[in-house]
């Protein structure tokens, strides 16, 4: 993908169902241990692929820890103590999750939508520069580079490159789960227990370490809007999973 900001505000869904159904939304207010979200998330998905089960998008906060990806290097863990540590079957390598971070599970069905991974992870990608979009941040995307960046300048210093948001996706069945992280207002320095997303000449910033008093829902507003111009209509936001 081209560097580049991309606003989907002006644009049509990329990545719609063509019977245009809505998928599901839903909201954990109080924080949900690693283990019982991911047996959650396969119950959905295997439900989604059988037909019993409609799409969901699944918002909510972990208590602090690390998770794994499949690509993830164990010289990347500096600080296994830390916190407690996950392998997970997303894609990508270390990342963190804890309070103040919204993460968003994904479980959509791709045979309905299109059958192209990287495709729907570009419109990942649009989904958060979108939502980003609503509080006057430019979010980006680099060449080789999963996740959402934002470019930081001050004057006399060299322009600097953060991240902002995190991606990790499985599919099975060509349904998704796992998904996005977007750091609305962590404690940033629990990030430094790993080397995330392997990379080590950028950091991480927040909506709040940006300067923006962001709340969750405020950036759950945002999601939701900016979810549906990239992926289609959404349901009445129903119970926690």
Same mark, same amino acid.
């Given at each position: 993908?081209?560097?580049?900001?991309?606003?989907?505000? =002006?644009?049509? @869904?990329?990545? %719609?169902?063509?019977?245009?159904?809505?998928?599901?939304?839903?909201?954990?207010?109080?924080?949900?241990?690693?283990?019982?979200?991911?047996?959650?998330?396969?119950?959905?998905?295997?439900?989604?692929?059988?037909?019993?089960?409609?799409?969901?998008?699944?918002?909510?906060?972990?208590? @602090?820890?690390?998770?794994?990806?499949?690509?993830?290097? @164990?010289?990347?863990?500096?600080?296994?103590?830390?916190?407690?540590?996950?392998?997970?079957?997303?894609?990508?390598?270390?990342?963190?999750?804890?309070?103040?971070?919204?993460?968003?599970?994904?479980?959509?069905?791709?045979?309905?939508?299109?059958?192209?991974?990287?495709?729907?992870?570009?419109?990942?990608?649009?989904?958060?520069?979108?939502?980003?979009?609503?509080?006057?941040?430019?979010?980006?995307?680099?060449?080789?580079?999963?996740?959402?960046?934002?470019?930081?300048?001050?004057?006399?210093? @060299?322009?600097?490159?953060?991240?902002?948001?995190?991606?990790?996706?499985?599919?099975?069945?060509?349904?998704?789960?796992?998904?996005?992280?977007?750091?609305?207002?962590?404690?940033?320095?629990?990030?430094?227990?790993?080397?995330?997303?392997? /990379? =080590?000449?950028?950091?991480?910033?927040?909506?709040?370490?940006?300067?923006?008093? /962001?709340?969750?829902?405020?950036?759950?507003?945002?999601?939701?809007?900016?979810?549906?111009?990239?992926? %289609?209509?959404?349901?009445?936001?129903?119970?926690?999973?």
């Amino acid at each position: 993908m081209l560097d580049r900001v991309l606003n989907p505000a =002006t644009e049509a @869904p990329i990545f %719609g169902r063509s019977d245009r159904m809505s998928a599901g939304w839903a909201v954990s207010r109080a924080p949900v241990a690693y283990p019982d979200a991911v047996a959650a998330m396969e119950a959905r998905a295997a439900a989604i692929a059988e037909g019993r089960a409609g799409e969901l998008v699944w918002l909510l906060e972990h208590p @602090p820890l690390y998770t794994a990806g499949v690509s993830a290097k @164990p010289a990347d863990l500096l600080d296994a103590n830390r916190f407690p540590v996950f392998e997970s079957g997303r894609g990508g390598q270390f990342t963190y999750h804890g309070p103040g971070q919204r993460v968003a599970y994904v479980m959509l069905d791709l045979t309905q939508r299109r059958r192209d991974v990287r495709a729907f992870v570009a419109a990942l990608e649009a989904w958060v520069i979108g939502a980003l979009w609503r509080f006057n941040v430019a979010g980006e995307v680099r060449e080789g580079r999963v996740g959402v960046w934002v470019e930081r300048r001050q004057a006399g210093a @060299p322009t600097r490159e953060d991240k902002i948001a995190a991606i990790g996706v499985k599919l099975r069945r060509w349904v998704s789960f796992h998904g996005i992280s977007l750091n609305v207002e962590p404690d940033l320095s629990h990030f430094n227990g790993i080397v995330p997303c392997g /990379v =080590t000449e950028h950091g991480v910033t927040s909506l709040v370490d940006l300067g923006l008093p /962001v709340t969750l829902d405020e950036a759950d507003a945002a999601l939701r809007a900016s979810f549906e111009e990239v992926f %289609g209509p959404l349901a009445p936001a129903e119970p926690p999973v």
